[in-house]
């Protein structure tokens, strides 16, 4: 299974994208994404819509593979249980209730 840095790869060689390249397209030195694609650094999330853009990407697939990965890595990092991962999903789901439930009230004055 790749990484996000090796999809990133993927996507850039299959395009005929050189490093300077798509560098230039996302506002990254071609150093900076070289180490995004080899694993040494993350890409920022700040940068997810311009990448979904140049490599015409559902902006939604995109987020999902790069959070996955990085909720991933901090399991695999502190030795968690994978029951962590329905914890989680219950906390977004309250989260987002919540959220809801919030946003939709009306104050008369």
Request: charged residues 30%.
């Amino acid at each position: 299974m790749e990484n996000f840095g090796q999809y990133i790869r993927r996507l850039r060689t299959d395009k005929g994208f050189t490093l300077t390249e798509l560098g230039a397209k996302l506002k990254l030195d071609s150093a900076g994404l070289s180490k995004i694609e080899t694993g040494h650094k993350r890409i920022k999330h700040e940068t997810l819509p311009l990448l979904a853009e140049v490599f015409n990407l559902e902006f939604d697939k995109l987020k999902e593979q790069y959070y996955g990965e990085e909720i991933a890595m901090k399991l695999y990092k502190y030795n968690c249980p994978e029951t962590t991962l329905t914890v989680a999903e219950e906390r977004v789901k309250y989260m987002k209730q919540h959220s809801a439930k919030q946003s939709s009230l009306i104050f008369n004055s």
